[in-house]
């Protein structure tokens, strides 16, 4: 009979060489699925919440062809400047706001949001992600799910309706001031157009008074002279009936 510690020295060499045969299997039955892993991510591309909710889910599915192993999901947010981590897969980044949840049944996941404001209108991206496949089909991000605030668009502050009404109230002064400026200068126009005129008028009223001036004046010394010719003509005739 072999000694016991020799016994205990074989057992351990033996059971160290089926883990390693295990190792290698699973390293083998990895290697022959990693490039055959696919996955397709399936997003709602809008999704519309009332103001007065309090909590919005986001919902992600999916579908996995020779997948095996674990998985991860990871949410990503895209707003108007910049883009956050949420969940990576632990939202760390906002504990309180946001959970990240997914179902062992089912080839779905989710993202709640609570306290959902207008602040959280944008763009989230889920993404899956098989840890123990090597292959570039493995890891997939969905084309996101934008989140838009119900009633957001119509919303206008006090500050935008104030520049509002007085960008309108300087339109209309601008437009009386143009009309005043066209009637005072359209005024001066037809005074100016009627003092013309009856300059115009005077000069034509007084050269026509100075041509009837001429032409009676023409007159007058033409009957003078008449005048005095028959005056010269008849003195000598009654000299004549004297002498006589």
């Given at each position: 009979?072999?000694?016991?510690?020799?016994?205990i020295h074989?057992?351990?060499?033996?059971l160290?060489?089926?883990l390693?045969?295990?190792?290698?299997l699973?390293?083998?039955h990895t290697?022959v699925?990693?490039d055959?892993?696919?996955?397709i991510v399936d997003?709602?591309?809008?999704?519309?919440?009332?103001?007065?909710?309090?909590?919005?889910?986001?919902v992600?599915?999916?579908?996995l062809?020779a997948?095996?192993?674990s998985?991860?999901?990871?949410?990503?947010?895209y707003?108007?400047?910049?883009?956050?981590?949420?969940?990576?897969?632990e939202c760390?980044m906002?504990p309180?706001?946001?959970?990240?949840?997914r179902?062992?049944?089912?080839?779905?996941a989710?993202?709640?949001?609570?306290?959902?404001?207008?602040?959280?209108s944008?763009?989230?991206i889920?993404g899956i992600?098989?840890?123990?496949?090597?292959?570039?089909t493995?890891?997939?991000t969905?084309?996101?799910t934008?989140?838009?605030?119900k009633?957001?668009?119509?919303?206008?502050?006090q500050?935008?309706?104030?520049?509002?009404?007085l960008?309108a109230?300087?339109?209309?002064?601008?437009?009386?001031l143009?009309?005043?400026?066209l009637?005072?200068?359209?005024?001066k126009g037809?005074?100016?157009s009627?003092?013309?005129?009856?300059?115009e008028?005077?000069?034509?009223?007084?050269k026509?008074?100075?041509i009837?001036?001429?032409?009676?004046?023409?007159?007058?010394?033409?009957?003078?002279?008449?005048?005095?010719?028959?005056?010269e003509?008849a003195?000598p005739d009654?000299?004549?009936?004297?002498?006589r």
């Amino acid at each position: 009979a072999l000694p016991i510690s020799m016994s205990i020295h074989m057992a351990l060499h033996d059971l160290k060489w089926v883990l390693i045969l295990k190792l290698l299997l699973n390293l083998c039955h990895t290697a022959v699925y990693a490039d055959d892993c696919s996955i397709i991510v399936d997003q709602e591309a809008l999704m519309e919440v009332e103001t007065t909710s309090t909590v919005a889910t986001i919902v992600c599915h999916f579908s996995l062809t020779a997948c095996h192993g674990s998985s991860q999901v990871y949410w990503f947010r895209y707003l108007e400047l910049q883009h956050e981590d949420l969940c990576i897969p632990e939202c760390a980044m906002y504990p309180r706001k946001f959970k990240a949840s997914r179902p062992s049944s089912l080839e779905s996941a989710s993202l709640q949001i609570t306290n959902v404001n207008s602040n959280d209108s944008g763009i989230y991206i889920c993404g899956i992600a098989f840890v123990d496949s090597n292959a570039t089909t493995s890891k997939r991000t969905g084309e996101g799910t934008t989140l838009v605030m119900k009633g957001q668009r119509q919303s206008i502050n006090q500050g935008d309706v104030l520049l509002i009404v007085l960008s309108a109230l300087l339109l209309l002064y601008c437009i009386a001031l143009l009309c005043v400026c066209l009637y005072k200068s359209k005024n001066k126009g037809i005074r100016h157009s009627n003092r013309k005129n009856t300059h115009e008028d005077f000069n034509e009223s007084h050269k026509k008074r100075m041509i009837f001036q001429a032409v009676a004046q023409e007159l007058r010394h033409k009957r003078n002279a008449h005048k005095a010719h028959h005056s010269e003509t008849a003195l000598p005739d009654d000299t004549i009936y004297q002498n006589r």
